[in-house]
C-alpha cells in the first residue's frame, strides 16, 4: 500500500502561483494530479510517468501549470502559475502501480492523497 500526502495549496490571487507537493511512501509507476471543484467533477489536470519523466496536460492548464518529480524524494510537484478562479478546487495526487496512465481514466489510479485545498481570487 503507497500513501500520498499532499502539500502546497492556499489562497492566491488571480494571476498568482503555488506549487503544490506530493509525497509517496513507495514505488509508483506514474502519478498525476487530478482536481474537484464545488459541484462540479473530479477532472485530471497533469500525469508523470516516474520513469521516463513523460508529462501530459489537461487543455485548461497547458501552458501554466508544469508537472515535475525528484524521483530521489518519491515526490512530485505541480507548478501553478497564472493562476485563475476558476482553477479553485480541491486538488489530489493519485499514483498508478502500472498500465495506461490517462487523465480520462481516473480508475487506473490505485493510490489517492487527501487533497489540499487551492483557492484563487479575483
Known amino acids: 500500500q503507497v500513501q500520498l500526502v499532499e502539500s502546497g495549496g492556499g489562497s492566491v490571487q488571480a494571476g498568482g502561483s503555488l506549487r503544490l507537493s506530493c509525497v509517496a511512501s513507495?514505488?509508483?509507476?506514474?502519478m498525476a494530479w487530478f482536481r474537484q471543484a464545488p459541484g462540479k467533477e473530479r477532472e485530471g489536470v497533469a500525469r508523470?510517468?516516474?520513469?521516463?519523466?513523460?508529462?501530459y496536460y489537461a487543455d485548461s492548464v497547458k501552458g501554466r501549470f508544469t508537472v515535475s518529480q525528484d524521483n530521489a524524494k518519491n515526490t512530485v510537484y505541480l507548478q501553478m502559475n497564472s493562476l485563475k478562479p476558476e482553477d479553485t478546487a480541491m486538488y489530489y495526487c493519485?499514483?498508478?502501480?502500472?498500465?495506461?496512465?490517462?487523465?480520462?481514466?481516473?480508475?487506473?489510479?490505485?493510490?489517492w492523497g487527501q487533497g489540499t485545498q487551492v483557492t484563487v481570487s479575483s
Open positions: 493519485a499514483a498508478s502501480r502500472g498500465g495506461i496512465c490517462a487523465l480520462s481514466r481516473q480508475s487506473g489510479y490505485n493510490y
Open positions: 513507495g514505488y509508483t509507476y506514474c
Open positions: 508523470i510517468y516516474s520513469g521516463s519523466g513523460n508529462t
